[in-house]
């Protein structure tokens, strides 16, 4: 069973990471962890700690000579900031006066968190309900898609809209109606979005876009978009229709859904489908070259639970940063008085971080559903059951078919 444990604050020492269940023998170094969380630190519009921060994986525990042993992998990822708030954030005694922060933003876990937790001072809410977190989940989810790519699956995103400006020619169609080619590999999508400032695919969208931000900073206020994360090379199998804790879309729902502002998560043609005809919204099956599939993939890649072979096509909804610059109404919690809410450090636009924090998460599912079906120790072992599984697929379904069973 995969599972992974976060821990760390915005502005504390570090982040880090505990990430179990992976087998040993495959290849995870530092560089390829910090490629992915240099990605999560681009776009256009970002705030200024991004300048701060240089995010650095290193790897504490469980690989060896650059392998990983089949042990928990442990990873930390510095704050630079933490030495301007050593004495806000420090475990031990406090020293000297700190300002209490008593007004609470709307839209953050600020008010919730102080009425939960019993505390006096919303900065205990905001420094481990901030996106900080992420980083180390983007580290976690390197270790699965490196995992992954062994077995030639790969895990990619696009940003789809930002601020409602849409392309004029969405990838997200192609993808749902199963017209790309055969070997499409979900990471080229990835290097193409991420020349992008915005990470999206048309260069005319990106212009709207940033000449958006550019208006929206001047106002202080800031932007939301959609987002589609998608994987290629999941075999037919992974997941279940035998529990509803089973089931392949109900954990990759829980899992986008648990980052930071995302807000709406839907699966192929999603919401899209409940407006359509039964005719016009499933998958038709077909045999092409000797295989089954289906023409199109509405279905974003799951039936019933279970991965169809196509595409994981997975779409979601970022609301917009909840920090603004120009502040709205609120209330000043020491006095219980109407004041404007206060000014935290923050991004103008995040929807391109989330997109690879979704890739993060999409594989941590996925390398989770496939270990649960190919299991293994080792590298090795999980391939000879996986390689097994797929060379006789085709044949089982036939002869069962064929005699009857």
């Not at 000297?96 to 102080?114: F, M, N, Q, S, Y």
């Not at 293994?376 to 036939?398: A, H, M, V």
């Amino acid at each position: 069973m995969i599972r992974f444990l976060t821990a760390g604050e915005s502005h504390g020492k570090a982040l880090t990471v505990i990430v179990e269940g992976f087998p040993s023998n495959f290849v995870l170094t530092e560089q390829y962890i910090n490629q992915h969380l240099q990605r999560r630190q681009l776009g256009y519009g970002r705030g200024g700690r991004m300048k701060i921060e240089t995010d650095t994986a290193e790897i504490l525990s469980g690989v060896r000579f650059e392998k990983t042993l089949g042990t928990p992998v442990s990873i930390q990822i510095k704050n630079n900031d933490w030495v301007n708030w050593t004495d806000k954030m420090t475990a031990g005694k406090k020293k000297g006066k700190i300002e209490k922060i008593t007004v609470p933003r709307p839209g953050h876990a600020d008010l919730v968190g102080v009425t939960k937790y019993n505390f006096d001072d919303i900065r205990n809410s905001i420094e481990r309900s901030s996106a900080r977190e992420t980083a180390a989940r983007v580290a976690a989810g390197s270790v699965a898609r490196r995992f992954l790519e062994e077995f030639g699956i790969f895990v990619g995103s696009f940003v789809e809209s930002i601020g409602n400006v849409y392309p004029d020619e969405n990838f997200l169609t192609e993808l749902l109606s199963n017209k790309i080619a055969a070997k499409f590999n979900a990471w080229r999508l990835a290097e193409k979005a991420d020349k992008s400032a915005v990470r999206v695919l048309e260069k005319r969208q990106e212009e709207k876009i940033i000449e958006l931000i550019k208006k929206i900073k001047k106002k202080g206020d800031t932007l939301g978009g959609t987002i589609v994360t998608v994987a290629t090379g999941v075999p037919v199998g992974l997941g279940s229709f035998v529990h509803y804790d089973r089931r392949l879309d109900t954990d990759i729902a829980a899992a986008i859904m648990s980052i930071n502002a995302v807000k709406a998560v839907e699966i192929g043609s999603g919401f899209t489908s409940a407006e359509s005809f039964g005719s016009e919204s499933h998958d038709e099956i077909v045999i092409r070259r000797g295989a089954i599939t289906r023409k199109s993939n509405r279905a974003g890649g799951i039936e019933g639970g279970i991965s169809t072979g196509l595409p994981i096509v997975v779409r979601s909804a970022m609301k917009p940063i909840a920090t603004l610059m120009s502040p709205i109404e609120t209330i000043d919690l020491s006095k219980y008085k109407k004041v404007m809410a206060r000014r935290e450090r923050s991004d103008f636009v995040a929807v391109p971080a989330c997109a690879v924090i979704s890739e993060s998460m999409l594989a941590l599912v996925l390398a989770k559903h496939f270990l649960l079906k190919f299991g293994g120790d080792s590298i090795e072992e999980t391939k000879d059951n996986f390689n097994s599984y797929i060379r006789k697929l085709d044949k089982r379904i036939k002869k069962n078919f064929k005699t009857g069973k």
